[in-house]
């Protein structure tokens, strides 16, 4: 601790003169030993002193017997995908436990380079919660995907140092790490010292420890437990996750709880949740509650939480409660529902029902869709007579199958009998790259669906059973500057703004719900199949490194084949 | 990884090419998980590649189902203390598993400032361990010592960066600590990224929470379940010692497996083992074997040997068997009895019975005994009519009580009854500086026992009943320049020469133990109490930090007086 630091706090933690505030009356989660203490715990300008019974606060909360905790840390999350304000995401979370937010901007940087980076850090400087960032690592997500920037290692230098900065984000591109590519490992270098994230969900034995040897300490992709644990016997801290799409606990804990080994390695994320889901069930301390139903001892559910995770960031100063720990508390009823009562982050309550106040975004973020306007003729699809191949989307999964069709040959395909026609247009650089493709599975008819929001890159993606609306949709993201659209018979239907990269809000986001909302019941009313979120599930047809087919700004891709994956 | 070790090694941890070494059929100790897995573990270049059945070696050794568990780890310990040289002590403590040494070499410091520090990393440079340094915090141990060498915070820049420098050593000053001593805290900032180790026997609550708060990470004093507890609610490293001293093992222990509590934040230490009790019981290891003898789970005991103090101190390479850790190795035969079968460092095993090759001491460390010649006159202490303080010197103790006696007014007290004369001779500057003192309890009859080894300062420290034979003793230990000697009836009977800095041999243990045992035989021969080791006891009395009185060139001193406590 700083010398000035201790001497404003030594006085009220030798109990010499009153801390600023005590909580009397508390049981004390001690992530440390595993008890609970009853004792009191004293603050002072956001730091705890100590825990003794004899402290004296110039404010006092009697806890009545209620439990405290540390303030809940997701490992691992991405902000932009949410599409609401960063800010009021956080504040929302925070209200519901979570102080602590390890945030990986990659989605932003895709767009928008180091200024998007730098968006996430300015927005969410002022919560009320401590966020920190991990250096996005793969973007862009592979040498063959058009993108907004590029970020080599040399572009990370000014965030190195960046007390915020806590590492490199999660390594998608496992066969760079595997295979040893110099320009992957000259990012390792920069964050040889700090934590370097993992995404390895498939990765067998002997790859899964290349992947650890060369350097990676984390991964969130583990479904279930046989893959956890192999991961856990490499020392890969697993972080448990549970956000609005994927849900890992259920199988991870259970395997917790059967085989009863060490959890030290385990944490928990949400990785992406909602709002809404937010709102109905909590954030970290739903991970926490289910991991507790699930038969989990309480104590390492909460270390799972907390002090688990501080340790893999090397956040010395967060996690427990102890003298020179942050003063981020959960105040809960009992070890078993987890129903939180109150949360205070450096020592003040968090105000559940204050407004937040969304910083002003940078022009220039906001005008990050880059095309011409496109016409009907730009998504014409040739079929000559060999076999052609049809990305089929599968009921509630996001990896697509590689479906072979015999069509007629004709000079633009004209989708039929379930089979759509999808694109993605670059919409960076403007550089007129449009991939066309059939896809079979997501059921529209009489009309379009658009979204800027299509992973990694972020292209626009475009799906309908018409030409001319798919180049309405196109035309009227462009004109937006992103965000979803519904085209129907030839007209915009209803638009939702995401103007911020073209990922997110900056308005507060019940305006974004009430239109989503609608949006979605049109696009079902369209024939979309139930089995699809319309806007999500279409954001991930151009993800590249997600099995099976994807269309690109360059057209059809096989992910199995890597590289030289492109089908003509 | 670096790229270039990675790629080195990235075709036999994918099994592309044969390892370097595999260990077959072998149970793993897994300290992530808290298993026993059955498999085969693949080295190259001294670098775990990974764990798996199908590994094959260019050598494969076959375990024959014997259990290998990460090389241990000494949490903390002195090599000064033991007197031999300090890669023979190493040497002798990794052939039993030690394989990795958190060195604190305070007392090198404090005779010859940095460079003694740098003759303890040079010496140990090469052994088959990894021997890391703390930098010693208290040079001197307070304000009114006369030592050697003053080492500041500036003193200590040109350690910062270097890889075995671990963080601050042992902080024995709390009053500097708890008052906010800037000095303390220019050292603590330059530390405040790594370990702070801390050296905290006796603080009350608050005291201890201000001594946390302030930075300290670790302390390895708690000599008692119930303060170990109390360090570890504030998370508090603690180090549970069991040395040739100190043997805080059964107590903590006990308190562990009764209580059943986390034991994340314990390790094991040594501090001070001396060679013959390495041999004859281990090192580390035995801290293990006990521990899990008083019924401490196995597996906690090994974490509390290996990846427990790797966290502590950062050492992401060690501590575990897994991709990238290094190859330390401990194989035994059972997780009960735990009998050593052979130690690998950096996949190299070690050979029990290869002579250590001592490197040569610089000729300025073999020259640190500066006084002037003594005479017996020197050592005259005056009695006046009021009334004397004695050191009372007790039993199977350093701690000393302050006994007050009414001596006849003399010129020159003569030592009668049990009341022995004790001097401190200030031996670094030549200052001239002798305090003198009456000692009751040691028991020496007809000469007296010097020692240059006298903590922390290290000037000579002389005990007898006669000033002619006090006088030769001090003349003897400044003529070998350092060491041991016992004088009778005015002849030097015995010396153990200790020329490094006063404080080690450069030969090999065997002639020191051979001499030291005849010179002790001969110390209880001449009455010493059975109750004291005749010179370990000795190089406490002028130990300024451990109550209550002692005798330093100022004079007498009462340590619980603080600053203040010298006696006319």
Do not use: W
Not at 375 to 388: E, G, Q, V
Not at 528 to 556: C, H, Q
């Amino acid at each position: 601790m700083k010398y000035e630091t201790y001497k404003k706090l030594a006085g009220a933690t030798l109990g010499k003169v009153k801390a600023d505030l005590v909580f009397k009356n508390c049981k004390i989660v001690d992530v440390f030993t595993g008890e609970v203490v009853e004792s009191c715990v004293a603050v002072k300008d956001g730091t705890i002193l100590g825990v003794s019974k004899s402290y004296e606060g110039k404010k006092e909360i009697d806890l009545g017997g209620a439990y405290i905790a540390p303030g809940f840390i997701d490992a691992h999350l991405h902000l932009e995908s949410t599409m609401v304000a960063p800010a009021e995401l956080v504040a929302t979370a925070a209200a519901c436990g979570t102080t602590t937010f390890v945030v990986d901007p990659h989605e932003a940087a895709n767009v928008s380079g180091a200024d998007g980076i730098n968006y996430i850090l300015d927005q969410t400087e002022n919560s009320d919660a401590n966020v920190f960032v991990m250096m996005p690592s793969c973007v862009p997500a592979t040498d063959i995907d058009d993108n907004g920037c590029m970020i080599a290692a040399n572009d990370m230098y000014p965030f190195i140092g960046n007390p915020r900065i806590l590492g490199l984000g999660e390594v998608m591109d496992d066969d760079a790490v595997i295979n040893g590519n110099p320009r992957m490992f000259a990012k390792f270098a920069l964050f040889e010292h700090q934590t370097i994230d993992g995404h390895a969900p498939f990765l067998p034995n002997k790859m899964l420890s290349a992947y650890k040897l060369a350097g990676v300490d984390t991964d969130h992709e583990a479904s279930s437990f046989e893959y956890a644990l192999e991961e856990a016997r490499r020392g890969i801290h697993v972080h448990v996750r549970e956000g609005s799409a994927a849900h890992n606990v259920d199988d991870i804990v259970r395997g917790l709880v059967r085989t009863g080994i060490d959890t030290d390695y385990f944490s928990f994320c949400t990785d992406d949740k909602h709002i809404e889901d937010i709102l109905r069930e909590g954030h970290i301390v739903y991970n926490v509650r289910r991991a507790v139903e699930l038969g989990l001892d309480p104590f390492k559910a909460i270390k799972m939480a907390t002090i688990n995770t501080a340790k893999c960031y090397g956040l010395k100063q967060l996690g427990a409660i102890a003298p020179g720990y942050q003063a981020d508390f959960v105040i809960f009823d009992n070890m078993k529902d987890f129903n939180v009562l109150d949360v205070y982050f450096k020592g003040k309550k968090i105000d559940k029902e204050a407004n937040v106040k969304v910083k002003k975004c940078p022009s220039a973020l906001k005008h990050t869709v880059n095309i011409s306007k496109v016409k009907a003729s730009d998504f014409a699809l040739p079929i000559d007579n060999s076999t052609t191949h049809v990305i089929g989307m599968e009921p509630k999964q996001i990896v697509t199958s590689d479906l072979t069709e015999h069509f007629s040959k004709t000079e633009n395909f004209v989708p039929h009998d379930g089979y759509l026609k999808i694109a993605a247009v670059e919409r960076h650089h403007n550089s007129g790259k449009i991939g066309v493709a059939v896809t079979k599975g997501y059921g529209i008819q009489g009309g379009a669906i658009a979204s800027s929001v299509s992973h990694d890159s972020h292209n626009i993606i475009v799906i309908g059973d018409n030409d001319e609306d798919i180049a309405i949709a196109v035309n009227e993201i462009a004109r937006v500057q992103g965000g979803y659209t519904v085209v129907q018979n030839g007209k915009v239907y209803e638009t939702l703004p995401l103007p911020v990269m073209g990922l997110m809000t900056d308005v507060h986001f019940e305006e974004v719900n009430e239109k989503l909302k609608v949006m979605k019941e049109k696009a079902y009313e369209m024939g979309v199949s139930k089995d699809f979120d319309p806007f999500i599930t279409l954001s991930f047809m151009a993800l590249t490194v997600i099995p099976e087919l994807r269309v690109t700004p360059r057209g059809l891709y096989r992910v199995s084949d890597k590289g030289s994956g492109f089908i003509k």
